[in-house]
T-cell receptor, first 119, second 112 residues
Framework: GAVVSQHPSRVICKSGTSVKIECRSLDFQATTMFWYRQFPKQSLMLMATSNEGSKATYEQGVEKDKFLINHASLTLSTLTVTSAHPEDSSFYIC???????????????FGNGTRLTVT | GESVGLHLPTLSVQEGDNSIINCAYSNSASDYFIWYKQESGKGPQFIIDIRSNMDKRQGQRVTVLLNKTVKHLSLQIAATQPGDSAVYFCAEIPNAGNMLTFGGGTRLMVKP
């Protein structure tokens, strides 16, 4: 079963509004979560690293004021796309670091992504 | 540098044949590698991993080969099935690092 739950799976919003995406680790604590963005037919691009109880670390070129990340608990990180524009339309994917490698001994588990469409 | 690609290449194979998907990585400090499968509209799914102290690892129907000399990784899928059709990504984590970097990906299409 899924070990990382991402919600919503799809969202359509109007330009100028904000959208919040949640990423939850199930049955394990994740001090570190990662947010990726994926455009059609392209690879996943790391946007930021979310650290529980501290500020997120953003990759070069990613606007921290536009993509707000909050990791207030050991099982939840949120990504808020503020004042969304059509160019923000993309597939956003989170992953959570599982230091004990509970599934497949893998240290990282991915959510099923959120398809954001800004009209 | 980071190995990031655009415009996924496609590998088309006949059902029952073996598939080989290749990946070149750029960071010689990477010591842990993972292959992921991504189906349309879903997140990446773990397939198999390998650490840099190994050059081969086998799973069920899949084998990963690592050539550190030329920084090359490959995924072999035996007896490819229609359900294997997806995009496959290699990913690397540098030594003592935390961040996963994805390669460009390859779309595998299995013809029945």
């Amino acid at each position: 079963g899924a070990v990382v739950s991402q919600h919503p799976s799809r969202v359509i919003c109007k330009s100028g509004t904000s959208v919040k995406i949640e990423c939850r680790s199930l049955d394990f604590q994740a001090t570190t979560m990662f947010w990726y963005r994926q455009f059609p037919k392209q690879s996943l691009m790391l946007m930021a690293t979310s650290n529980e109880g501290s500020k997120a670390t953003y990759e070069q070129g990613v606007e921290k004021d536009k993509f707000l990340i909050n990791h207030a608990s050991l099982t939840l990180s949120t990504l808020t796309v503020t004042s969304a524009h059509p160019e923000d339309s993309s597939f956003y994917i989170c992953s959570a670091r599982d230091l004990q490698g509970r599934v497949n001994n893998s240290p990282l588990h991915f959510g099923n992504g959120t398809r954001l469409t800004v009209t | 540098g980071e190995s990031v690609g655009l415009h996924l290449p496609t590998l088309s194979v006949q059902e029952g044949d073996n598939s080989i998907i290749n990946c070149a990585y750029s960071n010689s400090a990477s010591d842990y590698f993972i292959w992921y499968k991504q189906e349309s509209g879903k997140g990446p799914q773990f397939i198999i991993d390998i650490r840099s102290n190994m050059d081969k690892r086998q799973g069920q129907r899949v084998t990963v080969l690592l050539n550190k000399t030329v920084k090359h990784l490959s995924l072999q899928i035996a007896a490819t099935q229609p359900g294997d059709s997806a995009v496959y990504f290699c990913a690397e984590i540098p030594n003592a690092g935390n961040m996963l970097t994805f390669g460009g990906g390859t779309r595998l299409m299995v013809k029945p």
